[in-house]
């Protein structure tokens, strides 16, 4: 892809006290693409997002945001970029309906008091537009599926309008149904020019909406593989590191920089 990436985030390392938990880590997200990042227990990808969210700030490194470096040192100022991120305890109010949480904290006034009409109004316009489908509104999350709940926070990471969006492991805890319903929904992010994040370990996810996977292990890059051209057994060897794809990183980053 030769145009200019949404996210890239060059040499990026973090270190915990006595653990390197990303050592000079790459990752590129172009606007319109679904990079999966995937890896075992440990891998860095946690502390990636962290890093890419604000929350947690790599100790050195390059953050470019639509081709520009820029200071990336809380959340603030990624969600200022256009950067959403919807972490795996929803944080949702099961006490709330579905417009309570949408709106949670970025509530519509109205001469003063809450204007349910157009918070309601807008809830199901956000949900028509992704094809996400509940029965009403206004019942109390705690009333949904699990699969209807993350739909339901991803559509709220939406209303602040972001260029990228990082799901973390957005389908861990749903069936089978409730996962197709939670992908359909990424791939609708696609459609509408997102660049989306989504960190997962079911490789039949990533297979099913990703363009390319992005393999961390160890906290370095294994290679990054177009999902399209690649096995599944492939990937997984990258994750387990029977095979070390970092030379051929290397490589890919020297022709990179010559194009
Ligand atoms: N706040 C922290 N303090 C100390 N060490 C940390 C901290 N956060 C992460 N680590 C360490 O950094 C490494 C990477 O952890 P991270 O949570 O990023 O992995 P992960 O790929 O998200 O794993 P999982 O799949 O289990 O979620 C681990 O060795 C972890 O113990
Ligand atoms: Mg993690």
């Not at 997102?194 to 961390?216: G, P, R, T």
Request: aromatic fraction near 2%; glycine fraction near 8%; include cysteine.
């Amino acid at each position: 892809m030769s145009a200019t990436p949404v996210l890239a985030l060059r040499g990026i390392s973090k270190r915990f006290g006595a653990v390197q938990a990303l050592t000079d880590v790459d990752l590129e997200v172009h606007a319109g693409e679904v990079v999966a990042l995937v890896g075992d227990n440990g891998a860095g990808k946690s502390t990636l997002v962290k890093t890419i969210a604000g929350v947690s700030p790599a100790d050195e490194g390059v953050f470019e945001w639509q081709g520009r470096s820029v200071e990336v040192n809380r959340p603030h100022d990624a969600q200022e970029l256009g950067i959403a991120t919807v972490y795996q305890d929803l944080a949702l109010c099961d006490n709330l309906d579905v417009v309570g949480n949408l709106f949670l904290g970025r509530e519509i006034m109205r001469a003063g008091v809450l204007d349910e009409i157009e918070m309601e109004r807008r809830a199901r316009e956000l949900l028509d537009t992704l094809s996400i489908r509940i029965p009403s509104v206004r019942i109390p999350i705690a009333s949904l599926s699990g699969g209807q709940r993350q739909t339901v926070a991803i559509a709220r990471s939406m209303l602040g309008e972001p260029k990228l969006v990082i799901l973390d492991e957005p389908t861990a805890a749903l069936g089978v149904e409730q996962t197709a319903q939670v992908l359909d929904l990424v791939e609708r992010l696609r459609e509408r020019g997102l660049a989306v994040i989504l960190i997962s370990h079911n490789m039949a996810d990533v297979k099913a909406v990703a363009d390319k996977v992005a393999v961390l292990r160890l906290g370095r890059n294994n290679g990054v593989f177009d999902v399209g051209s690649t096995s599944q057994e492939e990937i997984i060897s990258a994750i387990t590191g029977a095979t070390d794809n970092a030379v051929t990183r290397r490589k890919a980053r020297t022709a990179g920089s010559q194009s």
